[in-house]
């Protein structure tokens, strides 16, 4: 393969993989409160909808950067109100977090085909991809790592990383990040001591929100120009990258990049003279990803990292 094309999958890899992994890491943040957030679906097309109905309506009267920072920041309030529903009925009226997930799953879907055929006429909400970043300056003359990280670029990758980090020192090197883990261990303990489980239950949760709609729009924005309020399964696929990262930041990082690159071989296998020349049928590189999903957890569950008490309501009063 010639260097343009290595460049190419690279860039392809990085759009895939960055979405699973802002949303896997919203999803370890809310499971090491003790809180199961399997509403990531629906709250990435809650998200992505409120971030590209705004672009829709407004990315031609103001400045490109002006337009992409405030839909992420639209996509990111989006994701953190509708996960407030989840995280009252989770944590306040002890609901089952399973079913709570799932209405919220059947809602988001539903409400952005509603409000698209009202807002613009079409279940199709249509906009034109002005945030691919060509080259930048300096940077994207870096040999090997300039061109794939700098070039054709956009800007939810720097945000992935960012988040990937900040999300490290967060659970590990603060206060506030080991109050969350022992919530999701022993909230019994944590409460003895003085630590409201619920207050750190609520902003796991919501801050799971936050960058589940964020990864919502991160997957939108490359890959489309028609968003029919449908993520591929994307929030599905995070949990999974979760397990396979056993619910470790650094892991949940190699979980995305396996899957980024095994979604990446099947939509990008005709460039690959190899694989394309062993004439395999097209539908067997695009269930790749879902066949490798089902591997991944067949093997990794029987060696789990999960938080003890994950998707167990905790009631104060039986302390």
């Known amino acids: 393969m010639t260097s343009d094309i290595i460049y190419f999958l690279c860039q392809q890899v990085l759009i895939f993989f960055v979405p699973l992994l802002i949303v896997g890491i919203g999803d370890l943040i809310s499971e090491r409160s003790g809180v199961l957030n399997i509403a990531l679906e629906g709250i990435m097309v809650f998200g992505a909808f409120a971030g590209i109905i705004f ?24 994701g953190t109100l509708l996960t407030a529903l989840h995280a009252f009925a989770s944590i306040h009226l002890k609901a089952e977090q399973t079913i709570s997930s799932t209405a919220i799953n059947t809602f988001a879907t539903a409400f952005g085909l509603f409000f698209g055929r009202i807002l613009t006429g079409s279940e199709k909400v249509v906009f034109k991809n002005t945030f691919l970043i060509e080259k930048v300056p300096v940077l994207g003359d ?5 061109p794939i990280l700098f070039q054709k670029a956009y800007i939810t990758t720097y945000l992935g990383i960012a988040i990937l980090l900040l999300t490290a020192f967060f659970l590990y090197r603060t206060r506030i990040g080991l109050r969350v883990r022992s919530c999701g261990e022993n909230p019994q303990a944590s409460d003895s ?32 120009t028609t968003f029919t309020s449908n993520v591929s399964g994307y929030g599905f696929l995070a949990m999974s990258v979760v397990v396979f990262g056993r619910w470790k930041p650094s892991g949940i990082c190699l979980g995305a990049l396996f899957f980024g690159i ?8 005709s460039v690959i003279p190899f694989l394309y020349n062993l004439g395999i049928p097209e539908a067997f590189y695009k269930m790749l990803p879902y066949v490798a999903t089902l591997i991944v957890l067949a093997i990794s569950s029987s060696n789990s990292n999960a938080p003890a008490v994950a998707g167990v309501p905790y009631d ?3 302390r």
Do not use: E, N
């Open 55 to 78: 672009i829709h309506f407004c990315q031609d009267s103001m400045p490109v950067w002006l337009c992409l920072t405030l839909a992420i920041l639209i996509s990111m309030a989006a």
């Open 316 to 318: 104060k009063s039986k």
């Open 142 to 146: 870096i040999p090997v790592i300039g």
């Open 262 to 269: 095994t979604k990446t071989l099947g939509s990008a296998y």
């Open 193 to 224: 001591v003085g630590i409201s489980v619920y207050k750190m239950r609520y902003l796991a949760v919501l801050m799971s929100g936050a960058l589940a709609g964020l990864g919502g729009l991160a997957f939108i924005l490359p890959t489309t």
